[in-house]
């Protein structure tokens, strides 16, 4: 006999046991266990927070907490009214992030233990690691409500048509929404739909290498990623110091000279890890000097929706579309699960580039993302986020001012991250492995180093993205605890 709704799974036996383990990570590790071993079955409706509280004997904020963090990364699904669940339609939902990375499976390859695969994948509690956006916050009502309306509109022929530059309403939903937000010079024939910054920056390589080029200048220190996908496509990365004004363009012109490079990645909204901008006297002689060369500049835009003290500046692109490509995606703003990008291309470059060996997003996914984006979802959703990374930015500052006065931390009112300064003598890779076994998550400015010749101060690189605000506090006072063991 069929059930007439679902599963109340109210008196599933949850067992935190011992240790000193604090109790959300222990109310985690039960709920996952039951998952796992199937007493907590797909579609199973769990207990409201309270009186899961008021059963185990535990505050019902580790309950809400726990929820919370499950449904982000997608083990548990919450609707408003209906309660928090086990996904149905699945036996074993989502266990890792990289997922989207696996292309086939095979029957004889063995497979990682549940605890493995938790231990391997799973965020610290206290997140100050960069370039994570807020994951309780995903808008998975709005996504839905677009995938639905995607599948509603579109006509049946068009489920087995594939655009080798992407689905035409995609391309024209975010050329409007460039042109609007970011100041970009683009037309629908100008952006290619990727599956995120990492495949945008792929194609590019493909197309600069195709035109001959052999080196690429990088920022340093930066993003590893990008660089690294260049390198193993065949481009050399050449470094090239960054200050509180940006890329040094001089540099550039210098290095471009000394190894004939005529291609740079750049990120002038918001240099990451130094969380500069480009000023305006060297935006122009960068895009002079991709003229007086016949070169492109890469702008990554991967955060240039967040600015707390004024309105975002302007895309670069708008000052050279013929010399720059402007490669942006889903996955800082939301998060990169939804593996959507776009690249603005120049004619001459994205002629090169061999899209039609390239796969798209699904269709989909792309007349979801046109759907997101008209409906004025994705901007609503900025807006929100803007807030919270504001207020979120804030309370981080205050809590390092109040932790560790004195030490400077740097990086315009922006994005999702800041630069600490740390005492002399402490080094930073030593706190970030001693902050990791204090389950903080935090990264080091040396790690993103192009050349170990290149100058770099003893600093840490704190995100706020992930980071509950409820636990700014604690995370920034076990930091400065572990920072002054070192001392």
Known sequence: MSRSGPLLAWETMLDLGDGPAPLRDRLDRAIRDAVHSGRLPPGALLPPSRTLAETLGVSRWVVTETYGQLVAEGFLEATTGS????????????????????????????????????????????????????????????????????????????????????????????????????????????????????????????????????????????????????????????????????????????????????????TPAHQFPLGAALSPARREAIVRWARDVDGVLIEDDYDAEFRYDRRPIAALQGLAPERIVLVGSLSKSMAQAFGLGWAVMPRSLRERVPLADRSRPSTLD????????????????????????????????AALERELPGLAVTGIAAGMHAVLGLPPGVDAGAVRHAASDAEIAVSSLTGYRVSAATPSPEALVLGYGNLSDALVDEAVARLAGVIRSLA
């Open 83 to 266: 309660g928090t669940r086990v996904p149905a339609g699945r036996r074993h939902p989502l266990a890792s992030p990289r997922s989207h990375d696996v292309r086939d499976s095979h029957a004889d390859v063995p497979v990682a233990p549940v605890a493995q695969l938790r231990a391997e994948y799973r965020r610290p509690r206290l997140d100050l690691g960069p370039g994570v956006p807020d994951l309780r916050h995903v808008p998975r009502a709005r996504w839905a409500a677009a995938v639905r309306r995607a599948l509603d509109r579109l006509p049946d022929a068009e489920f087995a048509v594939v655009d080798r530059l992407g689905h035409p309403l995609a391309r024209i939903a975010v050329a409007d929404y460039l042109s609007r937000s970011r100041r970009a010079s683009a037309t629908p024939d100008d952006i290619v739909i990727t599956h995120g910054a990492t495949d945008g920056m792929a194609g590019v390589v493909a197309g600069l290498r195709a035109a001959g080029h052999t080196a690429l200048l990088v920022e340093d220190p930066s993003w590893s990623r990008l660089r690294e996908i260049a390198a193993a496509d065949g481009l050399t990365p050449v470094p090239v110091p960054v200050d509180d004004s940006g890329i040094d363009v001089d540099a550039v012109v210098e290095a471009a000279r000394r190894t004939g490079a005529r291609a740079a990645l750049i």
């Open 366 to 397: 792309q007349v979801a993302l046109a759907e997101f984006i008209t409906a004025g979802d994705l901007e609503r959703h900025l807006r929100a986020a803007r807030g919270r990374f504001r207020r979120r930015r804030a309370a981080v500052l």
